[in-house]
């Protein structure tokens, strides 16, 4: 099997939104993480997600901090909102926000 998730793909807007839903799932429903709210647990984890490929690579430079910032806003915002939608069997285009 091909790796599915790798550094380069972590850095993209999919990768980053796929691997942090799939995080957040597991563990927003832990006792010590139901006290904390999910947008923070999403945002965490989506700035980890962003800043750790950096650093493994060696090129995290401090003068594109605002950018990792921005980044991780846009990757939580979409994680949050993507796994909140539901199905309405077919209705309105099959997605409930």
Do not use: C, R, W
Not at 44 to 70: C, G, M, R, S, W
């Amino acid at each position: 099997m091909d790796t599915i998730f790798t550094y380069s793909y972590l850095e993209t807007l999919a990768g980053g939104v796929a691997a942090t839903i799939l995080i957040a799932g597991f563990i927003e429903n832990i006792a010590f993480f139901k006290k904390v709210p999910a947008y923070l647990i999403y945002y965490i984890i989506a700035e980890t997600l962003i800043v750790l490929p950096h650093l493994v690579n060696a090129d995290f430079q401090l003068k594109e901090i605002p950018l990792y910032i921005l980044n991780g806003l846009l990757i939580a915002a979409t994680a949050q909102k993507t796994s909140k939608m539901k199905s309405l069997d077919g209705k309105n285009g099959g997605l409930k926000p």
